[in-house]
């Protein structure tokens, strides 16, 4: 469809919803939920364009004969498997719940746990390369941090408090900052959708 | 639950698990084929339950029965997703990519106004509220804390706050011979902006780590429970 | 010596004008001196101009110089009538270059040994070459009508004009207020030529070169030949034309590098000057394990025995009963214990699989608390693996409890479109999930009662708590934006705490901090689930990993501390050039 179209949808859609949380009357509060419902179906098929996507890819480079096609191969597969397993099944079968607890979650789990070597390896050398005075000041709260952590069931008495200062006051006070900051982009960003200058769905 | 304890399903599984988990290990080593194959075995059976759920907890309960079973009116509103997720599902293909833009736009239309209307009165209003909240007196004394310092508290979150603002919507670096735009005071802010977010960040780095650390925990101890059974019997034969 | 073109046989061979090297008939540059061969009856795009330079070559083909080929008229090969004419012609225009006529006078005068000029010289320059040329100066300029240049191109559009009549076989009508041609004086073809007495005007405009031969110095060799117009034949003169103004084929670039002599003789000293090094050097092959790995596995081998040795000499029955519990984990204590048998509570299950250990291990008391209480669970989640991490939840770390499905808990599944999603099931969760996880109804009709758990539900405000298990603080975020305001809209405001990972905490801190806060609770990571631990005085699972955990914070810390000491201390003395090339990568 034309791009006035699209804009003309994304624009109208979006004011009834956002209308919706300052004026919640009944009219409006009924349309926004009708329009909610079906983004959450739009949602779920959009995630399934995505895998279809991620399957024709692979299977396109299983045909085209690409030299590491064989995880290609592996790809496919599992995600045909699954798909037929789970599918006829269910999602909480037992035989499910075998795959999800058995080859998933170790999976993951594993590798988070890979990120605990490559965290320590990283800040190592971070330090190599780059010495200032910020960086400085993000080891030392690090380290400290870490091993206040360790003790602070054990009520070290100043380095709690010192513990507790730096995450009520002083992390809050930058955290607070980051998340204002990021909501007020976000807003300029989704005021110029709102408005037509940006059409991200175009094209 | 020792190995002992387990089936024969279980204790394949348990296998699996050990032999995927040395297989994620062996990336420390070098990067590596099996490693490789683990993720993408991975990333297909993550794939296949996300679209079985999809499926079954939302296309089929949300889209198909209302069509299928609704009364009139439900299904005469349920051709507008029905026509809407048919040109969504264009964008598959790419000579019928152009199709879908307009479900595109309805879903980044609502995904906007949700993003705005929530930052706005989630976010934006109640965190500004409680930068000057911080400053009354009346509730630090009904909480029964140190006044003085709870207001020093105060001022150092209300200058953390903007000064990590200043740094994120203010910084204008200066380029060669070319000043920067800012002025003195804001520069100002925006360094010490620097210092509280370099401070944030260590936070947030003891947090990853932490969390990365109890997986490795939670990894290593599932190694160990299921290499001590096998010692032990390896040791007392 | 005369300098013309000898057709001798267009089918047989081609005779360069420049260096006499005989060339096919189809070759577009002499095979020898690469002169432009163009003008020899080609209506094709010349692909080579340049000629090289050299002594011997003394062709004023240069670069960007038009070119003598411009002067030359282009005729169709298969017209032999044309050939025939065109050989005559050039007979009768021949100009010997060292020999000038002077057509009133009779004279004849000789320069230097010119071989650029191919074509012959039109009459005028061999009247300004005679020594009566003040004269002629004299009766060039005094003629009103007639100037230099016009007089020159006069005298070529009728020469021009006589070849074309002719190949036309019309009459003269073109010829211009002079007559078509001027007798010329016949050529004599002169192996030496005499060295004419110049006047001073032109010998001021000639360079020296033309007068000896020439030696090309570089900065002539750039110069350009002036071929049009009263100059020409004179080298370095502004041109009459513009270049966009000539006539010729469009030039086209050549594919093949153009090397002179000069660019050979630098190469070749280059070459000389970098000797040995002249010769790449295979690559050395890189190490299989540079030096950072070496760092990764020292690394991993410490944190890994540091770690299994906590783990197999742990004592795990101690309990750190007597501790310091953080404010937020007292307020979801209070909370839940304020909860009554029957409380119907929502609980999210908003993390990755990869974050299950500490998630797991952080609401496990919490959701072992709810329980003891006596209050139903309703599952939900806006991740599509969320659902299944709810089920795998329960059955590993609550097994104590005997939880039936749909009894005592209920899984209702995904919420799509994350806000979206939010905002339809706070308004409306009976539309937006209306079947559980396994594909029964869950809120009934008019006929049948809904779920257990579900029952007396009509919108978010009727739980009595809503709990979110999350692992990122957009996750946690949304759920904040979107859902609070229902939350609060209720005539008893129902609380939301939060069970957060670590490194999600320092960005939804802020919304507990906030006054009024807008989360009532927040426990945080296996820390915060070991000090619930230490409120229920249960067993539980934070208890299993904590030593581990404390021994891998100190030894990380360690790591961390020693390597950057050790980083720093390098990195203040000056580093030596690595020649393996490993860097400091």
Redesign the interface.
């Known amino acids: ?1 034309k ?1 006035p ?3 003309g ?10 209308l ?3 004026i919640p009357v009944g009219i409006l ?1 009924n349309l ?18 995505g ?6 890819v692979h299977v396109s480079k299983i045909r085209a004969g690409h030299e590491e096609n ?3 191969y ?10 037929i397993l ?2 006829w099944f ?3 079968h037992s035989v ?26 990283m ?3 971070m ?3 780059r ?1 200032d005075h ?2 400085i ?11 206040t ?7 070290m008495p100043v380095l ?1 408090e010192v513990r507790k ?17 990021i ?2 982009g ?2 300029a ?3 110029r ?2 408005i037509g200058t940006d ?5 | 639950m020792s190995l002992v304890e387990l089936g024969w ?2 204790l ?3 296998v ?2 050990f032999v ?2 040395l297989l ?2 062996s ?2 080593i070098a990067d590596n084929p099996l490693f ?24 089929l309960p ?2 198909v029965v209302p069509l299928i079973s609704g009364n009139q009116g439900q299904q005469l ?1 349920g051709l ?2 029905l026509a ?2 048919v ?3 264009m ?2 293909s790419p000579r019928t990519a ?2 879908g ?21 989630g ?2 209003f109640p ?2 509220g ?2 000057i909240n911080l400053f009354d007196v009346s509730g630090i004394q009904q909480i029964g804390g140190n006044l003085i310092i709870s207001l020093i ?1 105060a001022v ?10 200043a740094f ?2 203010f910084g204008i670096r200066s380029k060669g011979n070319q000043t920067g735009l800012q002025q003195g005071w804001i520069e100002n802010l925006s360094q010490l ?11 947030l ?9 109890i ?2 925990v ?3 101890s ?1 190694l160990v429970d299921f290499i001590k059974p096998l010692v032990t019997l390896i040791v007392t034969m | 010596m005369a300098q013309t073109a000898h057709i001798v046989d267009k089918m047989t061979e081609f005779i360069c004008p420049n260096c006499g090297t005989s060339n096919s008939p189809d070759q577009e540059f002499c095979q020898s001196c690469h002169a432009n061969l163009a003008f020899r009856n080609t209506t094709e795009g010349s692909t080579d101009n340049a000629v090289p330079e050299s002594e011997e070559n003394q062709s004023p083909a240069e670069e960007g110089y038009p070119g003598f080929e411009d002067e030359l008229i282009e005729v169709p090969e298969d017209n032999n009538n044309l050939d025939d004419l065109f050989k005559e012609e050039t007979e009768k225009a021949e100009i010997d270059l060292n020999t000038f006529a002077d057509s009133e006078t009779g004279e004849e005068g000789a320069i230097s040994d010119d071989s650029q000029y191919r074509d012959p010289l039109p009459d005028w320059l061999i009247d300004l070459t005679s020594e009566d040329v003040g004269k002629d100066e004299e009766r060039v300029l005094k003629d009103p009508e007639i100037d230099e240049d016009e007089q020159g191109l006069n005298n070529l559009e009728k020469e021009f004009s006589a070849w074309l009549s002719e190949i036309e076989n019309d009459d003269d009508s073109d010829i211009g207020e002079e007559e078509a041609k001027e007798p010329v004086e016949e050529i004599v073809d002169e192996p030496e030529l005499e060295q004419v007495e110049l006047p001073e005007w032109l010998e001021a405009m000639r360079p020296v070169e033309l007068v000896a031969p020439p030696l090309r110095s570089r900065d002539e060799a750039n110069e350009l030949l002036e071929g049009r117009g009263p100059l020409a034949g004179i080298w370095g003169v502004l041109p009459s034309e513009p270049d966009s103004a000539r006539e010729g084929e469009p030039k086209s670039a050549s594919v093949v590098l153009q090397v002179s002599e000069n660019n050979r003789v630098n190469a070749d000293l280059l070459k000389g000057m970098l000797g040995e090094k002249w010769e790449s050097k295979p690559l050395a092959s890189s190490q299989v394990f540079a030096s ?1 790995d070496y ?2 596995w020292i ?2 081998l410490i ?1 890994f025995a540091a770690i299994i040795w906590a783990l197999t000499t742990s004592n795990q029955e101690q309990n ?1 009963r007597s ?2 519990t953080p404010n937020e984990v007292v307020s979801v204590y209070n909370l839940i214990n304020g909860l009554t048998v029957g409380d119907r509570v929502l609980v999210a299950f908003e993390y ?6 500490e998630l797991d291990a952080a609401a496990a008391p919490i959701v072992d608390h709810l329980l003891l209480r006596g209050v139903y669970l309703t599952m939900v989640s806006t991740s ?2 969320g ?2 991490l709810g ?2 939840f329960l ?1 590993f770390t609550q097994v104590d409890h005997n939880l039936r ?1 749909n009894r005592n808990y209920v ?1 209702l599944g995904y ?4 806000t ?2 939010l ?2 099931f706070s ?2 969760p009976r ?2 999930l209306p079947f559980t ?3 029964e109804p869950a809120w009934g009709d008019a006929n049948q009662k809904a779920l257990l758990p579900l029952q007396g539900i009509y919108q978010v405000s009727d739980f009595a708590l809503v709990v979110v298990i999350v692992d990122q603080p957009e996750v946690a ?1 949304a759920w904040i934006e979107q859902v609070l305001p229902y939350l609060q809209a209720g005539l008893e405001r129902t609380p939301l705490v939060m069970v957060s990972s670590a490194q999600a905490e ?2 939804i ?2 919304y507990y ?1 906030a006054i009024p806060k807008q989360i009532q609770g927040l426990v945080t990571g296996l ?1 915060g689930g ?2 619930y631990t230490s409120l229920t005085r249960r067993d539980s699972l934070p208890l299993t990993y904590w030593e581990a ?6 030894i ?2 360690l ?3 020693i ?2 000491i050790v ?2 201390s ?2 203040l003395f000056p580093r030596k050039i690595n020649d393996e090339g490993e860097g ?1 990568e």
């Not at chain 2, 490789?36 to 296309?59: A, E, K, Q």
């Not at chain 2, 780095?205 to 650390?213: D, I, Q």
């Not at chain 3, 955990?549 to 100190?554: D, E, R, S, W």
């Open positions: 469809m791009t179209v699209a804009t949808l994304a624009i109208g859609v979006g004011l009834v919803v956002l919706g949380y300052f509060s926004r939920q009708l329009l909610v419902e079906w983004a959450g179906i739009l949602a779920a098929v959009a995630l399934l364009v895998i279809f996507n991620l399957y024709y064989f995880y290609s592996v790809l496919v597969i599992s995600l045909t498997a699954t798909i789970v599918g269910g999602p909480v499910s719940r075998w795959i999800f607890n058995h080859i998933q979650v170790p999976i993951e789990s594993s590798l988070m746990a890979l990120l605990a070597v490559i965290l320590v390896y800040i190592i050398r330090l190599r390369r010495i910020l960086s000041i993000f080891v030392i709260t690090a380290v400290f941090m870490l091993i952590a360790s003790f602070f069931l054990y009520e709690s200062w730096i995450i009520q006051v002083m992390a809050v006070a930058g955290a607070r900052g980051i998340l204002i900051g909501v007020l976000i807003i960003t989704g005021l959708v709102l059409r991200p769905y175009s094209g | 399903l279980d394949i599984g348990a699996l698990g995927f988990t994620i290990f990336y420390i490789r194959f683990t993720i993408f075995l991975f990333i297909g059976i993550s794939s296949g339950f996300v679209t079985i759920i999809v499926i079954y907890n939302v296309l949300r889209l509103l507008i997703p809407l997720s040109l969504l599902l964008k598959i152009h199709w833009n307009s479900a595109m736009a309805y879903l980044v239309g609502v995904g906007a106004a949700t993003a705005i209307g929530g930052g706005l009165l976010t934006l965190q500004m409680a930068l508290n150092i979150i209300l200058l953390g706050t903007i000064a990590t603002l994120f919507h902006g620097r210092i509280f977010i370099a401070v944030t960040f260590g936070v780095f003891a947090g990853v780590f932490s969390a990365a650390l997986a490795l939670e990894r290593l599932f | 950072q760092i990764r690394i991993a944190l750190p501790l310091n990755d699989p990869g974050l299950s250990p599509p693996i659902p299944l089920e795998r059955t499905t899984n919420i799509p479109a994350s979206a999603g905002i339809s308004q409306n539309r937006t996880i396994e594909s975020r320092p960005l801190r802020p901090e820390a070991t000090s955990f404390g021994t891998g914070l100190i990380a810390a790591l961390i501390t390597g950057g980083n720093i390098i990195s400091s």
